[in-house]
């Protein structure tokens, strides 16, 4: 019989701008999927574009990174990658970007390693309110003036 395995948990920081972001607890068996639908869950973003994580905190490296799987022709998706199989420390930043086209920019630290289990995601702290991820009605632009 082999010993049980180790439950981990990880508190990572994701940031979008100064003063705002969120502190996002997580299951070390997580993959990088379920981490991006944590993140645009806590910036209350709606899921419709690619994703991208790049684990050498250089934005567009091919070094260490990891798309959406709609993403075609590349090695390495978010659903096939556990944060632990990722390398993640406390300390270590990478990169978050969602939708290509707006190029959304999430800085990420590790905060926290925890000897638990983290069932599902959770915001454990927040600061700032969340940008709008559109445009809003309200906001359209005055060209004349």
């Known amino acids: 019989m082999s010993p049980a395995k180790k439950k981990n948990s990880y508190i990572i920081s994701v940031s979008v701008a100064t003063g705002c972001y969120r502190h996002i607890k997580i299951d070390s068996t997580a993959t990088l999927l379920q981490l991006h639908k944590a993140i645009i869950d806590a910036f209350e973003f ?5 994703h991208v994580f790049f684990m050498d905190n250089s934005a567009w490296s091919d070094a260490e990174s990891y798309y959406s799987d ?3 022709g590349e090695d ?6 556990t944060l632990e199989k990722v390398g993640l420390f406390v300390g270590r930043k990478f990169k978050y970007i969602f939708d290509f086209g707006d190029e959304w920019r999430f800085q990420c630290k590790v905060m926290k390693v925890l000897d638990e289990a983290t069932e599902s ?8 309110e969340a940008p709008s991820q559109y445009w809003d009605e309200d906001e359209e632009l005055d060209e004349d003036e």
Do not use: C, K, Q, W
């Open 121 to 128: 995601p959770e915001i454990v702290r927040s600061a700032g």
């Open 76 to 81: 390495r998706y978010t659903a096939n990658y």
């Open 46 to 50: 709606y899921d419709d574009h690619l």
């Open 70 to 72: 709609m993403m075609e």
